[in-house]
């Protein structure tokens, strides 16, 4: 995805993949719903910095977790973590940390990057698009809200499926056209 074009507005970028890839392809039947209600939180790091990145997600999940409510927050990393590996190994920081601050089982980390790439998959794999996304980015999740969502989905398994699939019909171009309709 990385069109080696800076992204003037982060805000602006991710509400425009949230609106048009993640909720107007349905890849998350749950987010439509948050994003009607305004559950939705958007938070753009201000640092390239792991530590100050990593204390300033510990603040946003500390805030998330006095929220009445199914809130959930996009953590965004405009810079610093432009390379994959890089942010998978700021992910595994932050996994430790959310156990570190006694949020497991309360809140939980999902992952989205201009080039996530799944194990065992080629980089132009068109399945890496279900988790790719304009900007590197940490989901901070309510676990008890995931689970009231999986609960009442109809198929919750065949979700990751039916996503390839979708993103297999569209194709690249397709993939492409959607994201660069907001330019």
Same mark, same amino acid.
């Given at each position: 995805?990385?069109?080696?074009?800076?992204?003037?507005?982060?805000?602006?970028?991710?509400?425009?993949?949230?609106?048009?890839?993640?909720?107007?392809?349905?890849?998350?039947?749950?987010?439509?719903?948050? !994003?009607?209600?305004?559950?939705?939180? &958007?938070?753009?790091?201000?640092?390239?910095?792991?530590?100050?990145?990593?204390?300033?997600?510990?603040?946003?999940?500390?805030?998330?977790?006095?929220?009445?409510?199914?809130?959930?927050?996009?953590?965004?990393?405009? !810079?610093?973590?432009?390379?994959?590996?890089?942010?998978?190994?700021?992910?595994?920081?932050?996994?430790?940390?959310?156990?570190?601050?006694?949020?497991?089982?309360?809140?939980?980390?999902?992952?989205?990057?201009?080039?996530?790439?799944?194990?065992?998959?080629?980089?132009?794999?068109?399945?890496?698009?279900?988790?790719?996304?304009?900007?590197? &980015?940490?989901?901070?999740?309510?676990?008890?809200?995931?689970? !009231?969502?999986?609960?009442?989905?109809?198929?919750?398994?065949? &979700?990751?499926? !039916?996503?390839?699939?979708?993103?297999?019909?569209?194709?690249?171009?397709? &993939?492409?056209?959607?994201?660069?309709?907001?330019?």
């Amino acid at each position: 995805m990385n069109t080696n074009l800076p992204i003037v507005d982060p805000i602006a970028a991710i509400e425009h993949w949230l609106d048009a890839m993640v909720i107007g392809q349905n890849l998350c039947p749950f987010a439509s719903s948050a !994003r009607r209600k305004g559950l939705v939180r &958007i938070v753009v790091a201000d640092t390239d910095s792991e530590a100050q990145c990593l204390q300033q997600l510990a603040d946003e999940a500390n805030r998330l977790e006095t929220i009445e409510g199914d809130a959930t927050t996009l953590f965004v990393l405009p !810079r610093g973590f432009e390379d994959f590996d890089d942010y998978l190994d700021l992910l595994a920081v932050a996994d430790a940390l959310m156990e570190d601050l006694d949020f497991e089982g309360i809140l939980q980390l999902a992952s989205f990057h201009p080039d996530y790439q799944f194990d065992g998959t080629d980089y132009d794999d068109v399945s890496n698009w279900t988790n790719r996304s304009p900007l590197p &980015i940490l989901h901070l999740l309510k676990e008890d809200a995931v689970s !009231r969502a999986v609960d009442a989905h109809p198929d919750p398994e065949g &979700i990751p499926a !039916r996503n390839v699939e979708k993103l297999e019909q569209l194709g690249l171009a397709g &993939i492409l056209q959607i994201l660069n309709s907001g330019d």
